[in-house]
């Protein structure tokens, strides 16, 4: 079982329970109102469909999702938008961290 993204069912609860805020912006997350804001999106921290373990998948808020879009976090990282945000290696979520450290990569199943 895979959601719409491709994400195993297992992965997804398992990052849903983990990631409450962006891992990114560290924004909260609600599910309350229909604040688009707050609201978390899929995210392939390396930018591969085919990562699919919690090593590569996080939730973060829609803003930092458009704004990151398919660039590797270190350009990203340089943006505008986190300069305003101040969103830095240091800022970001545990999970960012080491897969900036440490790449995600396909293991032969
Ligand atoms: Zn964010």
């Known amino acids: 079982m895979a959601n719409r993204w491709g994400i195993p069912k297992h ?3 398992f990052v849903k329970k983990r990631d409450t805020k962006c891992v990114y912006c560290r924004i909260v997350f609600t599910t309350e109102n229909n604040s688009r804001k ?4 899929w995210e392939h921290i390396v930018n591969d469909i ?3 373990g919690t090593d590569n998948i996080a939730l973060c808020c829609m803003s ?3 704004s990151k879009g ?9 943006s505008d938008y986190c300069k305003k945000k101040e969103i830095t290696v240091d800022s970001i979520d545990e999970v960012v961290k080491k897969a900036l450290k ?3 990569k396909l293991n032969n199943k």
């Open 11 to 13: 992965i997804e609860e």
């Open 38 to 41: 707050n609201k978390p999106s």
């Open 50 to 52: 085919r990562l699919n």
């Open 64 to 66: 930092c999702n458009a």
């Open 70 to 78: 398919s660039k590797l976090i270190e350009d990203w990282l340089e």
């Open 102 to 104: 440490n790449p995600p």
